[in-house]
T-cell receptor
Framework: ETGVTQSPTHLIKTRGQQVTLRCSSQ?????VSWYQQALGQGPQFIFQ???????GRGNFPPRFSGLQFPNYSSELNVNALELDDSALYLC????????????FGPGTRLTVL | GESVGLHLPTLSVQEGDNSIINCAYS??????FIWYKQESGKGPQFIID?????DKRQGQRVTVLLNKTVKHLSLQIAATQPGDSAVYFC?????????FGQGTELSVKP
């Protein structure tokens, strides 16, 4: 186990709704990266938070937003859900802006109907 | 743009045989590569990494080879075991983020 936890495990939403996913980083880590993994694909980088600030963003629209708290846990928020948002959402915990090894949580499976 | 891709989506091997999983990358400036293993219902797990100043790196039962000339890397698993059944991804690390390929599903037959 990596010590990285995510909640909830599974989630079902309908189009247009909003969702918040949570990630608790490994002790001592100050960086959380979020990835979206569609079925049968590799994870795609959404964004990264380092010391409570966004530290890089992938090719995702603004309706994907995030937050990092003083304890370095993080949230991923997705507004106006679309069917294509159905995926496994992974967070990865690391130190020093992601330049050290990234440890992945088990993911949250989001289904949009 | 940047991309990391795999040659084969599935690979089936007999238990005890060696497995070779291949990966191609497009960014010639890439200098750090990682292989991950992802089992069903779990997040990717680090297996082994290699920097661009190396051609080969060995771990326990795994070896990664890097050919910068043709922008190709491979993961070799010796004496493949049923517990090795999973999806394997190569990833390029750039600017603190990981760029993953599509993945190869390894199936080990007893």
């Amino acid at each position: 186990e990596t010590g990285v936890t995510q909640s909830p495990t599974h989630l079902i939403k309908t189009r247009g709704q909003q969702v918040t996913l949570r990630c608790s980083s490994q002790s001592g880590h100050n960086t959380v990266s979020w990835y979206q993994q569609a079925l049968g694909q590799g994870p795609q980088f959404i964004f990264q938070y380092y010391r409570e600030e966004e530290n890089g963003r992938g090719n995702f629209p603004p309706r994907f937003s995030g937050l990092q708290f003083p304890n370095y846990s993080s949230e991923l928020n997705v507004n106006a859900l679309e069917l294509d948002d159905s995926a496994l959402y992974l967070c990865a915990s690391s130190s020093d802006g992601g330049y050290n090894e990234q440890f992945f949580g088990p993911g949250t499976r989001l289904t949009v109907l | 743009g940047e991309s990391v891709g795999l040659h084969l989506p599935t690979l089936s091997v007999q238990e005890g045989d060696n497995s070779i999983i291949n990966c191609a990358y497009s960014n010639s400036a890439s200098d750090y590569f990682i292989w991950y293993k992802q089992e069903s219902g779990k997040g990717p797990q680090f297996i082994i990494d290699i920097r661009s100043n190396m051609d080969k790196r060995q771990g326990q039962r795994v070896t990664v080879l890097l050919n910068k000339t043709v922008k190709h890397l491979s993961l070799q698993i010796a004496a493949t075991q049923p517990g090795d059944s999973a999806v394997y991804f190569c990833a390029e690390k750039g600017g603190g983020k990981l760029i993953f390929g599509q993945g190869t599903e390894l199936s080990v037959k007893p």
